[in-house]
């Protein structure tokens, strides 16, 4: 089930977050942002008409972190291809 992936990529989001990665605190905010966007779109259960700024977004967090923190933006990469299979 996508919900459930997509759940479990966030939590794996969420756990790199706790692991103080060496992020600005800008960057950090950002991401805490995004993740709490996804969880409400999960509460929500409606991706059909989830707006694609979340999806860019979360694209735009990748390319930032992608060099530096290759852990996170693989964890948004992988957020990014769920929501995808989920129609978003």
Known sequence: MPVRELEE???????????????SLEEREHLQELATQIE???KLADATQQPD????????AVERLELEYPKVAGVLRDIVT????MGV
């Open 82 to 85: 769920k929501l995808g299979s």
């Open 40 to 42: 409400a779109r999960i």
């Open 9 to 23: 990529e966030l939590a794996a989001l969420r756990d790199q977050l706790e692991q103080n990665p060496p992020l």
């Open 53 to 60: 700024s979340l999806t860019d977004g979360l694209n735009l």
